[in-house]
């Protein structure tokens, strides 16, 4: 069966300092990947999706960026964290091609301070 | 474009009320149709889903209906327990659309049930 993992669950920043979260998914082959931004009490924003390694498409200009190192691997990344960062993260996979369902990591919960 | 308008939160309900949270969409053609659902600290889960018009998804005792005619996908429950405390998101599916994948959630509807 198909499971995804994020870390870390949690994580407290200083502003201006790099971030690193990683996502990894096990039992499926190339997966449509998707990085989304929950900030308190509002909706899911997608951030980035992607389809295979190294192919990452933005959905919204901003001081995050994304990578797929491997086909299984997505990282989301900053050099320089902002308050405006801080929220809940969460990565997915859906099957490639048309994505149908999504399924979703745990999530990390990110405190900009 | 394709878009999700879902009904304004929080809900709050006595266990054991009967719950219905609206759900509308605009698409082009008739998508697969998801209610996803977040427990508190968690990630989203999948509720259910509906994949054709007039399908029923069905899961937990909770059901919708994929209505083409009235483009909606009401989620509903009949008897809530305190343990369906969640926000529950309503959404169509990652499509091509111009070449970008668009995936489009409606804005989350808190469910909250006091004993």
């Known amino acids: 069966s198909q499971t995804i993992h994020q870390w870390p669950a949690t994580l407290v920043q200083p502003v201006g300092s790099p971030l690193s979260l990683e996502c990894t998914v096990e039992g499926t082959s190339n997966p449509n990947l998707y990085w989304y931004r929950q900030a308190a009490g509002r909706g899911l924003q997608l951030l980035f999706y992607?389809?295979?390694?190294?192919?990452i498409s933005s959905e919204v200009p901003q001081n995050l960026s994304a990578s797929r190192p491997q086909d299984r691997q997505f990282i989301l990344s900053s050099k320089k964290l902002l308050l405006s960062d801080s929220g809940f993260y969460l990565c997915?996979?859906?099957?490639?091609?048309?994505?149908?369902?999504?399924?979703f990591g745990p999530g990390t919960r990110l405190l900009v301070l | 474009g394709d878009s999700v308008t879902q009904m304004e939160g929080p809900v709050t309900l006595s266990e054991e009320a009967c719950l219905t949270i609206n759900c509308t969409y605009t698409a082009t053609g008739y998508p697969s149709l998801f209610w996803y659902v977040q427990y508190p600290g968690e990630g989203l889960q999948l509720l259910l889903k509906a994949t054709k018009a007039d399908d029923k998804g069905s899961n937990k005792g909770f059901e919708a209906t994929y209505r083409k005619e009235t483009t909606s996908f009401h989620l509903e429950k009949g008897s809530v327990q305190v343990s369906d405390s969640a926000v529950y998101f309503c959404?169509?599916?990652?499509?091509?659309?111009?070449?970008?994948?668009?995936?489009?959630f409606g804005t989350g509807t808190k469910l909250q049930v006091i004993p």
């Open positions: 959404a169509l599916p990652p499509t091509l659309s111009g070449g970008y994948q668009k995936v489009t």
């Open positions: 992607s389809v295979g390694i190294g192919q």
């Open positions: 997915a996979w859906s099957a490639s091609g048309q994505g149908e369902t999504q399924y």
